[in-house]
């Protein structure tokens, strides 16, 4: 059954998110290598700070409000299928062989039909996963890549990566819950610098033209 969650298997998300933190660790400056200073590294779970920036849980929530929907529909094909089992079970003692054979072929047809809607909705499930992560990952890098410069971080981990080996972690070295709430804010005031629509100017009214003078009644000449 079809089975994908926003959180989980995302080896393939991760890959590129490990990518754009490595090209943000070759963008900070080298300072303290040049000082003979020690290093400062941090580490990001970049799979939480998409998942819970203010962003990704609202499109999580839509993702498995869609999911869920899709799950319902297949679960009532595969039931369908196994009714029509037990229906050919139970009653092949009585069937005819024509009766019989028909059952089977629908069976057929019915499993075929889920086995496709079941890779059709895993490959657009993905797609659209892959969507989110690149979407919010695509914002997060600079944003992540500015709070290294401001900290003086020399290299900044993914620890949610599997590529990423890491045995220990110091918790004061985590900036997962900083670069979430600078993402949160960030985005607040992005939507509430936006300029709002210009109400549409409303055209004022012409004054109605003056109504048209009657022609003057001429005076009738009285007779000799």
């Given at each position: 059954m079809l089975n994908i969650d926003l959180r989980k298997g995302v080896q393939i998300n991760?890959?590129?998110?490990?990518?754009?933190?490595?090209?943000?660790?070759?963008?900070?400056?080298?300072?303290?290598?040049?000082?003979?200073?020690?290093p400062k590294i941090g580490v990001m779970n970049v799979l939480r700070a998409i998942v819970e920036?203010?962003?990704?849980?609202?499109?999580?929530?839509?993702?498995?409000?869609?999911?869920?929907?899709?799950?319902?529909?297949?679960?009532?094909?595969?039931?369908?299928?196994e009714t029509l089992q037990q229906q050919l079970k139970s009653q092949a003692a009585t069937l005819s062989d024509e009766a019989g054979a028909a059952l089977t072929r629908s069976i057929q047809v019915k499993t075929t039909d889920l086995q496709r809607s079941q890779e059709d909705?895993?490959?657009?499930?993905?797609?659209?996963?892959?969507?989110?992560?690149?979407?919010i990952g695509s914002k997060l890098a600079p944003l992540v890549q500015q709070y290294a410069k401001e900290k003086n971080f020399?290299?900044?981990?993914?620890?949610?990566s599997q590529t990423t080996q890491l045995t220990y972690i110091?918790?004061?070295?985590?900036?997962?819950?900083?670069?979430?709430?600078?993402y949160n804010a960030m985005q607040v005031s992005s939507s509430?610098?936006?300029?709002?629509?210009?109400?549409?100017?409303?055209?004022?009214?012409?004054?109605?033209?003056?109504?048209?003078?009657?022609?003057?009644?001429?005076?009738?000449t009285p007779k000799k």
């Open positions: 991760m890959r590129r998110m490990f990518v754009w933190i490595c090209a943000i660790a070759l963008a900070l400056p080298v300072a303290a290598a040049a000082q003979a200073t020690v920036c203010n962003e990704g849980k609202q499109v999580n929530e839509e993702f498995q409000k869609k999911f869920e929907a899709k799950r319902e529909e297949l679960s009532r094909k595969q039931k369908e299928i909705a895993e490959k657009e499930f993905n797609e659209l996963r892959n969507q989110i992560f690149n979407r020399t290299l900044i981990l993914d620890s949610s110091d918790p004061t070295t985590d900036i997962t819950d900083d670069v979430i709430k600078r509430s610098s936006a300029p709002a629509a210009k109400p549409a100017t409303a055209t004022p009214a012409k004054a109605p033209a003056p109504a048209a003078k009657p022609p003057a009644t001429p005076t009738p």
